[in-house]
Structures are given as C-alpha cells and as structure tokens.
C-alpha cells in the first residue's frame, strides 16, 4: 500500500503561481512512477502530467506545457507540480496518483490515489 497526501492548493488570481506537494508513505515511494491528475466541477478526471522513477522522462498534457513542471524528491518521498501563468480553466480538483507499471513505455496504470487538493483561480 501507498498513501498519498496532497497539499499547495488554494486560491490564486490568474498569472499566478502555486507549488504542490505529494508526499508518499508505505511502499518504496522511489523505485515507481506518478502522475498528476486534475478534477473540475461537472468534469471527468483528466491526465496532467507524469513523472518516471528516476526523473529521466516526464509528459504533460498539451494544456500545460510550458507552464507546469512536474519533478520529485525520491528522499523526501515526494513529488510536486509548479504551476505557473494560471489561467481560470486551471481550476479543479488535483491528485497525485501512482503508476504501478514497471515500464514507462506500457499504459499507465494508477493504482493509488490521494485525496486530492483544491486549486481555484479567480480571473
């Protein structure tokens, strides 16, 4: 088992920045890949960005690029989302989850969650 607490939310105006944090306990936190996903109202969950075990490979999702930076600390047992240039569609609901495939090259398969964090951004 691997929980996941999320934290960095809150209430940004747009141009803005915030940093998330997922620090991860249970299993060896180092040796699997994440992801950050996001939830706004009325919504279904979509696909932010990813990170593999050692950093090597990262992915975001075309909305983001440029202006997320996905990256973890494999000592601190954390992974983070600097988010820059907000904009108000970057509102919802972000997770951290973690990839239980071995190989970054097979289809993602996310098997923990956490609890999610607010981020609003007001225009």
């Not at 960005?49 to 954390?78: C, E, L, P, Q």
Request: some cysteine; overall charge neutral.
């Amino acid at each position: 088992q691997v929980q996941l607490v999320e934290s960095g939310g809150g209430l940004v105006q747009a141009g803005g920045s915030l940093r998330l944090s997922c620090a991860a306990s249970g299993r060896t936190f180092s040796g699997y890949h994440m992801g950050w996903f996001r939830q706004a109202p009325g919504k279904e969950r979509e696909f932010v960005a990813a990170i593999s075990w050692s950093s090597t490979y990262t992915r975001y999702v075309d909305s983001v690029k440029d202006r997320f930076t996905i990256s973890r600390d494999n000592g601190k047992n954390t992974v983070y989302l600097q988010m820059n240039s907000l904009l108000p569609e970057d509102t919802a609901v972000y997770y951290c989850a973690v990839n239980t495939q071995i190989s970054w090259n097979d289809h993602p398969k996310y098997d923990y969650w956490g609890q999610g964090t607010q981020v609003t951004v007001s225009s």
